[in-house]
């Protein structure tokens, strides 16, 4: 079946630590984005790709990196220089340059800072 | 600036009863895309519907329905005689040609929860 895999759903991260959100598609978009939600703020916009070796940065950059290597890999690093970084992730992919295309997503990652 | 304004944050109903989930947004775009998407605890966002700026009529799909008004650019979701299974997160987003990233700009979502 497509659909878009995140990984892990759970994820601990001591103070200090980077770690690296996996976000893997195979509905064959060109377009990918990361969220990050917290309670009562919707959905932010962390980063988004339209396009192989290329990204953006979205509203609340600071503190992540991304990486496009390949078509089908969005992967996201907390660094620790995020200094809230408790809050659920989520992966976005969508048809590019159509405005009409919905955006799919994965079931999340939820990251705690312990 | 585009932007989507969803001031209900938390609605409560009781098992059948109807519920309307307002959605207002703003943007200078006359070409854009608004959509619905439920969120249930799982975490998972589902899309529901989209309805592009051109295209006015209501839209009924068995127990939802949305009513979409540019005069007052809003679109606005209704559940009608509402279930358990309702009870999630709905977000309205909107999506236009303006930037060249294609962004989905996100309300800040409504709770509905489902009273049996």
């Known amino acids: 079946d497509g659909g878009i895999t995140q990984s892990p759903k759970y994820l601990f991260r001591k103070e200090g630590q980077n770690v690296t959100l996996s976000c893997e598609q195979n509905?064959?978009?060109?377009?990918m984005y990361w969220y990050r939600q917290d309670p009562g703020q919707g959905l932010r916009l962390i980063y988004y790709?339209?396009?192989?070796?290329?990204?953006q940065k979205g509203d609340i950059a600071e503190g992540y990196s991304v990486s496009r290597e390949k078509k089908e890999s969005f992967p996201l690093t907390v660094t620790s220089a995020q200094k809230n970084p408790t809050a659920f992730y989520l992966c976005?992919?969508?048809?590019?340059?159509?405005?009409?295309?919905?955006?799919?997503f994965g079931q999340g990652t939820r990251l705690t800072v312990v | 600036a585009q932007k989507v304004t969803q001031a209900q944050t938390e609605i409560s109903v009781v098992e059948k009863e109807d519920v309307t989930l307002d959605c207002v947004y703003e943007?200078?775009?006359?070409?854009?895309?608004l959509f619905w998407y439920k969120q249930p605890p799982s975490g998972e966002l589902v899309f529901l519907i989209r309805?592009?700026?051109?295209?006015?009529q209501n839209e009924i799909s068995g127990r939802y329905s949305w009513n979409f008004q540019k005069s007052t650019s809003s679109f606005n979701f209704t559940i009608t005689a509402s279930q358990v299974v309702d009870s999630a997160v709905y977000f309205c987003?909107?999506?236009?040609?303006?930037?060249?990233?294609?962004?989905?700009?996100f309300g800040t979502g409504t709770s509905l929860t489902v009273i049996p």
């Open positions: 976005a992919s969508s048809i590019a340059g159509q405005v009409a295309a919905e955006a799919f």
């Open positions: 509905l064959n978009h060109d377009a």
């Open positions: 790709s339209q396009i192989v070796n290329d990204f």
């Open positions: 943007t200078r775009d006359t070409t854009y895309y």
């Open positions: 309805r592009n700026s051109f295209d006015e």
């Open positions: 987003a909107l999506r236009n040609d303006w930037n060249t990233g294609n962004q989905f700009y």
